[in-house]
């Protein structure tokens, strides 16, 4: 049976996740507002979607460390474990990001009546498409992909990390020392890195 202090917490304390999405849904809401000018409407939902990406990647990925280290721990506010209050922001996070969809679509639909709207890529020039291409290999994808660092150690074997130093991927055993950085976004380093990991040296 749940005390006295346990009760308050429910009706009083909010988790700092769930606290932190309600801030975040303030913004959207300006983003929805209509007495907001279009392009103030369309930096909040840009705000709101670059607020939610540094939240996933940042507090997401701690309770997802807890998880796996100590799933049983509680926070001291409203006595979630790490699990429970992931699964409590991605329901959170699925109406919040319905409701973006339905704004920024009207937003864009707007925005059109001034000659601003999305190109479909396949549409374009291709001199155009060329360009992008190489702006996005080259600006945008080395941002959205991984690094991965393969560490071959003398006598102790090929350590691959994502760049952090506490989240290893895989290990197995060499004899050189090297260090070498791949970048997922592309398929010809991922081979090389595979045949790093899986290739012992005698």
Request: proline letters at 3%.
């Amino acid at each position: 049976m749940a005390t006295q202090e346990e009760k308050m917490a429910d009706t009083i304390y909010m988790n700092r996740e769930l606290s932190w999405l309600k801030f975040n849904e303030r913004v959207l809401e300006e983003a929805e507002n209509p007495e907001n000018p279009l392009c103030e409407r369309l930096t909040f939902a840009s705000i709101y979607q670059s607020n939610l990406d540094e939240f996933y990647m940042v507090r997401v990925g701690s309770l997802v460390d807890q998880m796996l280290l100590a799933k049983d721990i509680r926070e001291n506010k409203t006595n979630m474990t790490p699990e429970e209050q992931l699964d409590a922001i991605l329901a959170r996070t699925k109406k919040l990001n319905r409701k973006r969809d339905v704004v920024y679509e009207e937003i864009m639909e707007k925005l059109e009546q001034y000659g601003i709207h999305m190109l479909n890529f396949h549409k374009i020039e291709k001199e155009d498409r060329n360009y992008l291409d190489r702006y996005f290999e080259a600006e945008v994808a080395p941002v959205i992909s991984p690094s991965i660092e393969v560490i071959k150690m003398e006598n102790e074997g090929v350590i691959a990390t994502s760049g952090e130093p506490y989240h290893p991927i895989t290990r197995s055993y060499s004899g050189s020392t090297s260090t070498h950085c791949y970048n997922s976004a592309s398929s010809s380093d991922l081979e090389d890195l595979i045949n790093d990991i899986l290739t012992v040296e005698n």
